[in-house]
């Protein structure tokens, strides 16, 4: 069955300090699609990024930047320079396709803090 | 501005009581989803509509039941059979075929606390 696990609960750093979110996922799918999304303390979960299973070129948009790795099923997220703004919670999520047709699964979340 | 519409924010239930929680989009997607938030298990689904008049249950269906009789809206009720609501519910859709390509736009979501 599909899976998403983000191993942290929980991030603190200080402002303009570089951080990692972890993603790891499980699909017996070829075909899927992996998404990051941000939820403020307002609630509503903003989407970050999409990428699909046969593109795993490196992305970087302005602070934020992904990694996918098929090897390791991974699709960590980086910030560099953190802001406190970027204080959230974030969710990685899965979509295969053939297993769940459009359903997202979502891992548990990451709580970042930024302090500053 | 398109985007999904969720109400009220904040909802408070007695033991016992229906309540039925609104979901509008004018985005015309063709799908919509519900999603149950509890502190530290991410986000489980509830049910979910591809097409106006269908719905399927999700993982968590039990104690909720929900309508799709037009496009833009797809409310929930949660039932005196939910033991446990009290809970941050979120409200989905998307368009695209496959569905989930392009992600979903989510709602703001509402709290519902029993009391």
């Known amino acids: 069955a599909q899976k998403v696990t983000q191993a942290q609960t929980e991030i603190s750093v200080v402002e303009k300090e570089d951080v990692t979110l972890d993603c790891v996922y499980e699909?017996?799918?070829?075909?899927?699609?992996l998404f990051w999304y941000k939820q403020p303390p307002s609630g509503e979960l903003v989407f970050l990024i999409r990428?699909?299973?046969?593109?795993?070129q490196n992305e970087i948009s302005g602070r934020y930047s992904w990694n996918f790795q098929k090897s390791t099923s991974s699709f960590n997220f980086t910030i560099t320079a953190s802001q406190v703004v970027d204080s959230a919670v974030y969710f990685c999520?899965?979509?295969?396709?053939?297993?769940?047709?459009?359903?997202?699964?979502f891992g548990e979340g990451t709580q970042l803090t930024v302090n500053p | 501005d398109g985007g999904i519409t969720q109400s009220p924010k904040y909802l408070f239930r007695k033991e016992g009581q229906n309540v039925t929680l609104s979901c509008e989009q004018n985005?015309?997607?063709?799908?919509m989803y519900w999603y149950r938030q509890d502190p530290g298990q991410g986000l489980r689904l509830i049910y979910y509509?591809?097409?106006?008049?269908?719905?399927q249950k999700g993982d968590i269906a039990e104690g909720y039941s929900v309508s799709r009789e037009k496009k833009e809206s797809f409310p929930l009720t949660v039932t005196s059979a939910q033991k446990n609501p009290t809970a941050f519910y979120l409200c989905?859709?998307?368009?695209?075929?496959?569905?989930?390509?392009?992600?979903?736009?989510f709602g703001s979501g509402t709290r519902l606390t029993v009391v």
């Open positions: 989905a859709s998307s368009n695209s075929r496959p569905q989930g390509i392009y992600g979903y736009t």
């Open positions: 699909t017996r799918d070829t075909t899927y699609y």
């Open positions: 990428r699909n299973s046969f593109d795993e």
């Open positions: 999520a899965l979509s295969d396709l053939e297993t769940s047709g459009s359903r997202l699964t």
């Open positions: 985005l015309n997607h063709d799908a």
């Open positions: 509509s591809q097409i106006v008049n269908d719905f």
